[in-house]
């Protein structure tokens, strides 16, 4: 059993997640898990500070580049290793980052109403496997509601937006 403390984020979107939840595979297979998983990383991502990038991919890389970084930092020595992928092929698509095979992040760069649409569809497909997060960076307070409606509109309530600026 993995345990541990986390952050006030990853304590939040877990609760948000499981208030609204469809469980995932990987939460039926392994709740304490993907508990500590979140804990872990929501806790870390509450001190990324996303620099200036063009594209969604170069942040995507930055993040990976500083969870690669900074979770074993966070471990303790009776801890489990945690695998960070960047873009992984998975049967249900391709998330920007899938840690331990049960969060999947999605990161999204102030996204158009095209691209807002396409990543609840992804995101949706992502949902049956993990726990699913949505990155928003530099998006508009306004739009970050209007993502967040279109999710509850489509019964997705239980996938998280979280917003950078």
Known sequence: MRCG???????????????????CR????????????????GSVLEHWAPRGYDKEDEYAKALFRYLKRTVPEELDEDDPDVEIELGPDTSE???????????????????DKGERDRCV??????????????????????LVRDLEELLATKGLNYIDVVPFS
């Open 26 to 41: 990987a939460e039926k297979e392994d709740p304490d898990g993907v508990t500590w998983i979140c804990n872990l990383i």
């Open 121 to 142: 569809g992804q995101c949706g497909a992502y949902s049956r496997e993990w726990v699913t997060w949505i990155i928003l960076i530099d998006t508009p307070s306004h």
């Open 93 to 111: 698509g391709k998330p920007d980052l899938l840690i331990d095979d049960c969060l999947a992040l999605e990161l999204k760069v102030n996204p």
């Open 5 to 23: 403390g986390g952050g006030a984020l990853g304590a939040l979107l877990l609760r948000s997640h499981y208030e609204e939840a469809k469980t």
